[in-house]
């Protein structure tokens, strides 16, 4: 199963970033989302990314060239009749992705791979919205953001994925620069149900007064040698997505999984992270 081709669906946070990183790895990707300002938004904060690296000394201007000559955009999922690899990038919702997939049934090729980058929602229930012929050729890369900073994939096959497609798909993960770790298909996978356990303990303790948001994070940091802190982790993944995974996870697995009142009550409130401008901090847009 040779990858030269791969569409992305959902030019999001996620899915955007995922065309980066494939581009920059040589494969040439077509991004698509709904609406062409969705596009338009997804390769101008791409640059930003390529330009942003470029200062830090991550990528070069050549890295940066040839993610632009490798990507391009459509609005018609039609179009992803070339791709070797398709790698759903959507809303964390199960009808959102089943309508992708059955758009998907009827235009790729019949040998051509199928990825979810669901980071909660089991494979082998997402693969019964496809075709049972594609099922073998449908897996999960849970990606990890940022994408192009976070080595991590979790690659996860369902009930009736093939060893080969794991295997393909494990190839273009490490291709693209990423460490690929094999997970069962189980609600969560591995790491989110690891962290949103670590999250819903950290805003209980906010909400017990134990500490504040930034003393949680500086803790964190300082006694336990992480990168970035849960609060200010929350608000870059965005509290509207971390409230619908704790409930995919609470459906599954009980009490345990509960979401707190406060992140409700945020969510609501319109306090979903940095990309709204405030969540467990403020944000300046300029």
């Known amino acids: 199963m040779t990858v030269n081709t791969i569409g992305v669906v959902g030019a999001g946070m996620m899915g955007s970033e995922i065309a980066l990183v494939m581009a920059l790895a040589g494969k040439s990707v ?68 089943a309508g992708v997939y059955r758009a998907l049934d009827q235009v790729l090729t019949t040998d051509c791979l199928i990825a979810s980058n669901t980071s909660s929602i089991s494979i082998s229930v997402l693969a019964s919205y496809l075709e049972e012929s594609r099922r073998p050729l449908f897996l999960g890369t849970h990606f990890f953001s940022p994408v192009s900073r976070m080595k991590l994939v979790e690659v996860i096959p369902g009930l009736e994925t093939a060893d080969e497609t794991v295997a393909a798909v494990t190839a273009v993960c490490e291709e693209a620069g990423k460490t690929p770790v094999p997970i069962k298909d189980v609600v969560g996978f591995a790491v989110n149900r690891l962290i949103h356990i670590f999250w819903i303990e950290a805003i209980r303790l906010v909400e017990e007064g134990v500490a504040t948001p930034e003393d949680i994070d500086t803790a964190c940091k300082l006694g336990m040698g992480l990168p970035v802190g849960p609060f200010r982790l929350m608000d870059a993944v965005t509290n509207n997505l971390s409230l619908d995974v704790q409930e995919i996870l ?37």
């Open 250 to 286: 609470h459906e599954a697995y009980g009490p345990r999984f509960m979401p707190r009142p406060l992140l409700k009550q945020m969510v609501k409130a319109g306090y979903n992270g940095r990309s709204a401008g405030k969540g467990w901090y403020r944000y300046d847009e300029s």
């Open 30 to 97: 077509l991004l698509s989302d709904r609406e062409q300002a969705f596009l338009d938004k997804a390769v101008a904060k791409l640059d930003g990314v390529l330009d942003k690296g470029i200062v830090r000394g991550f990528y070069s201007e050549d890295d940066k060239a040839r993610a632009q000559d490798n990507m391009r955009t459509t609005l018609d999922l039609g179009d992803f009749a070339c791709c070797d690899m398709v790698i759903e990038a959507v809303f964390e919702d199960e009808e959102v992705k």
